[in-house]
């Protein structure tokens, strides 16, 4: 469904809604809102759950993307700048390898987070489909940062995200 509108409609439409829906799954995730049609109003959702999981929302978004390819790589001057604020800001800082958090937080929000740091990487793979779609990655906004993060994940420890970061290059 999303590949037919990314095709049929007019790219600025498209686009206009797309960009404004993952920036709002972000900031859904990030403030812990587990009403998914807070601050939503303008998708008309109509979806009432206990707890709606962001990350995997995201995660879902991103994939599809690539299936577009040609379209979403005309983007690239605004997804490579969410690929490097994702990777800066929510994989580093999640990651388990990068640092230890204290375990000072209730059992729940210490669940939540393992259960982030267990998905971060599905989310890590599904914005690396996005980048190995690009049939010109020379040329797409800020390349030696993201060939930098490239090669450092040709190394990662799980070794689909490797594969990814190396149809990325």
Known sequence: LIESHAVNLE???FWSIYFPFIEDLR????EGIKDPSSGMEHLSLSVTVERLDFLNARALAWAAMSRFGLITEKQHPVIVPMFL?????EYCARDGNVGHVQDLVSQREHE??????VNMPKLLSAHLLVLASF???KKMTREPEVTSII???LSHRF???QKLALDCL
């Open 135 to 137: 049939r010109r990655p």
């Open 159 to 161: 070794g689909d995200i």
């Open 151 to 153: 090669l450092r994940l």
């Open 11 to 13: 790219a600025s439409l």
């Open 27 to 30: 900031r859904a995730e990030a």
């Open 112 to 117: 939540d987070e393992k259960s982030e740091r």
């Open 85 to 89: 604020k994702f990777w800066n800001e």
